[in-house]
């Protein structure tokens, strides 16, 4: 037990010691800053600012099958209109979940997707895919769906398309694991990153913080309209929660 705690001490010190920049911009935006029980990662907490929402970040052992290693998650809420779904994701990484949803639904074992399936691959079968972005970046680098294309467009053609092209040269490289959505009102981040790193966090959160401006947008439109018509596969998404911390 001795042995253990003193193991504990030290990965605590020399992890504080690894983390120190993160912490400190954390701490300077008015937040706090955990490592985990086992020391393998750590828990972010910074409460709103501005238009913007409480913000959640964890690093640590990744929860999806499809980012190897370590991930970078982070959670914005912000109270978004529910029916606002949509997701942006590395076009390599769509690819690679649209084969894992195929064999999903050819398997001669299952006849449809299970409920317990993320919903970043379900929602590559239940919504349109939006192919014609302005930016000709986002088209190569990134696949869109949502609820409708017209919130697609509404949501990447602007501020956020261009940050996502901001992003492709060097924050996120072609094949590097990503996936941003917009669902059950907040904004969620994943991707992979093998050691956490004060400057990719800070420029994902502002990456994140240009996705929610837009989105914001387009909530207000849509509570201003009224909801978008309801379909089962709509319905459908909304049943299970995603296993996720953020």
């Known amino acids: ?94 690819e690679e979940l649209e084969r894992a949803v195929f064999e999903a639904y050819t398997d001669t074992l299952k006849t449809r997707v299970d409920t317990d399936t993320p919903e970043e691959m379900r929602w590559l079968v239940m919504f349109p895919k939006f192919e014609q972005a302005a930016s000709q970046i986002v088209r190569q680098r990134y696949g869109v769906v949502g609820v409708t294309k017209d919130l697609c467009a509404g949501w990447i053609d602007g501020e956020f398309g261009e940050a996502l092209v901001q992003a492709s040269q060097d924050l996120l490289p072609e094949w590097h694991p990503f996936v941003l959505m917009a669902m ?43 909801a978008w018509p309801t379909t089962s596969s709509i319905a459908w998404s909304h049943t299970t929660r995603p296993g996720d911390g953020a």
């Not at 904004?187 to 093998?194: D, K, N």
Request: with cysteine; aromatic share 6%; proline share 2%.
């Open 184 to 226: 059950r009102g907040n904004l969620y981040l994943r991707t992979s990153m093998a050691e956490a790193d004060a400057a990719r966090i800070q420029a994902l959160v502002r990456l994140l913080e240009s996705a929610a401006r837009a989105a914001e947008v387009l909530s207000a439109r849509v509570s201003e309209t009224g």
């Open 1 to 94: 037990m001795v042995v253990n705690q003193v193991k504990h001490w030290w990965v605590s010190r020399a992890n504080a010691a690894r983390w120190r920049s993160i912490q400190e911009w954390v701490q300077g935006r008015g937040g706090s800053f955990e490592q985990t029980a086992d020391g393998g990662g750590f828990l972010v907490e910074i409460g709103g600012g501005g238009a913007l929402g409480p913000l959640r970040i964890e690093w640590g052992e990744s929860q999806r099958s499809y980012l190897p290693g370590h991930e970078l998650r982070m959670r914005l809420s912000l109270g978004l209109h529910p029916d606002l779904q949509l997701m942006v994701v590395c076009r390599h990484l769509m």
